[in-house]
């Protein structure tokens, strides 16, 4: 008998075509969707998450972090739903509290916001490493982005490389359904993601420079002796704005494909 199926669902329209398709064709095999909320994610990912839900009956596990600040106490979970999700990026301030700011070279908050939350909800309803498999929502056109060693020890699987589709395929599949994410390219699920190229975060700083004041905050709060910060280059909130807003943002306002690559290029997909 196949092993339980757990989708991981990133609130991302490849994730939720990944979705929607498995429960198609995989009649009779037992499936567990999870979604992690950050506490950071833009309000159209939470109402997609919910909306696709609500469509197509995945049953949507919503999980956010529980963290104990004692140590050698790993993060747990808590269950919400889309009307009692974080949208003031509380849980996401207790991870950093007890690990820290994340940045491009501590990337703890995938771990801990996302992994760790998902690991314990499974552990809570009887399934441990090994005795499920997990779908990660990797297109056939973002192949390099496996990494075969995890795949095996997470014992992750690539629905979207088997079936062969691509950005194109998602987003005809969506732009042909009543409801769609109603995010731009350069916007991406988490808010303010410091992952993002400085070209997007430019746009972002143009659109609504207020999103910053979270990861301004924080600095403030929780910047310890290591002096680490959000942004590339060792920029803090203020240096980060300060830096893309002088970059010409009008050449590609027009050609939005020179937006499209580094949408979150390291994307914070949990298990990978």
Known sequence: MNKPLVISFSGGKTSAYMAVRLKAVNQGRKLITVFANTGQER?????????????????????????????????????????????????????????????????????ELKQQP??????????????????????????????????????????????????????SYWNNQPFTLELKEHQGNCTWCYKKT???????????VSIYDFPRRMEQLYQKSDKRVFFRKNRNTDQHIQFVQLLDITKVNDRPEQLDFGLCQEHCEPFM
């Open 43 to 111: 309000e159209e990912t939470l109402r997609f998450v919910d909306a696709v839900d609500k469509a197509y009956g995945l049953n949507v596990v919503w999980l956010e972090a529980k963290v104990t600040h004692e140590n050698r106490i790993g993060t747990a979970h808590t269950v919400v739903n889309f009307d009692t999700a974080d949208r003031l990026g509380v849980v996401f301030e207790e991870v950093i509290k007890k690990y820290g700011i994340p940045n491009v070279a501590w990337l703890h908050c995938t771990r």
């Open 118 to 171: 998902i690991k314990s909800y499974l552990r809570s309803i009887g399934l441990v490493k090994g005795s499920y498999d997990i779908a990660i929502g990797i297109r056939a056109d973002e192949k390099s982005r496996v990494n075969e060693k995890k795949a095996k020890v997470f014992s992750a699987v690539y629905p979207m490389i088997e079936w062969d589709i691509e950005k194109a395929d998602v987003n």
């Open 198 to 208: 400085d070209l997007k975060h430019a746009k972002l700083v143009h659109e609504d």
